[in-house]
Each structure stands twice: as structure tokens, then as C-alpha cells.
């Protein structure tokens, strides 16, 4: 087998032991197909029940936050995706990038990004206080007022 040529679909492996580019593959379909209802429920909920997108506002994301159902819907949303998203990243880089150095680089960069962005996140969607900074007299301030 020269450099050159590519390996039958189905040829067995040649290396023993875990495979992380087939576990890549495989979540790349799997996390797909879980973004589909996550992502188009999160659409339907915030731009097309009751007021639809008029409703979005401070107060509308506050409610949702305050609601565990959401916080780990939102989560789940933005785990799935960056990794996805970054997966995706690093295929097309080791596609495309043809020096060594810099598709490691590159590769290092999404991944850092990517893992900061999450925990970033994370850290917003469970620790978010809507009455933190809230201005005396609004209604905000009111609603934190009678907690
Ligand atoms: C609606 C839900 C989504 C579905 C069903 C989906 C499905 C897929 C599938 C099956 C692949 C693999 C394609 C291949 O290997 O040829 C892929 C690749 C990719 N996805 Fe998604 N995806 C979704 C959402 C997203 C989101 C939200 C992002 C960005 C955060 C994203 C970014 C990417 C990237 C960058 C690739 C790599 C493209 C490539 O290899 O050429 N996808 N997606």
C-alpha cells in the first residue's frame, strides 16, 4: 500500500485499540441527530409560541434560566453544538492545512476556543442571577424585590 492510496472501506484497521476518528464519525452523526430536536425545539418555543419573538426579552430569557428544564436543554444545545462544530473544524483543517505546523496549531486553537466557550457558557446557563445590577424602581428590581 503506497501513501498515495486509499484504504478499501471496510479494509480491518491496522492499529489495534480505541479509534478516535470513527468515535468522531459516529458523533458527528449522533450529535446531529439530537441538534435537529434541540435546536428546532429551542426555535419553536422562543420565536413561535404564545407572543412569539415580540416576547423576547430580558425578563423571557431570566424566566427560562430560572427553569432547570431550560438550563439543561440550553446546555446540552451548547455542548453538542461546539463539540460538533469544532469536530467539524478540525476535519476540515486536517483536510485542507497542509503544513504540519499549522494544522496542529489550528487544531490546538479550536480546541482551547472551544473549550473555554463551553465552560464559559456553562458557567452563564447555572449561575445566572437576573437580580445582580438590577436598577432600584424597574420592574426587574420590583420582581427581585418580592422574592
Ligand atoms: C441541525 C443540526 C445539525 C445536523 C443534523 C448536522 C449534521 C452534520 C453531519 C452529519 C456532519 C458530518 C458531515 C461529513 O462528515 O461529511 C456535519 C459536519 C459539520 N457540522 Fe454539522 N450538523 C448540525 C448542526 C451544526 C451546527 C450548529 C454547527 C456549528 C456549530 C455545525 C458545524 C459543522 C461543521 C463545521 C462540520 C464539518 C463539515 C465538513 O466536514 O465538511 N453543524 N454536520
Redesign the pocket.
Known sequence: MNASTIDAPRAPQRRKGSNFEKWGWLY??VS??L??VL?FGHLFVNLMLGDGISALDFGFVAGKFANPLWQWWDVLMLWL?FI??AN??R??VNDYVRGAKTRATLVWVIGIVAALMILLGTLVVFTFDPCIGASTGGAIADACQAL
Request: no cysteine; aromatic share 0%; charged share 5%.
Open positions: 458527528m452523526r446531529g441527530v441538534l435537529v435546536i453544538a460538533h462544530g467539524g473544524m476535519t476540515i
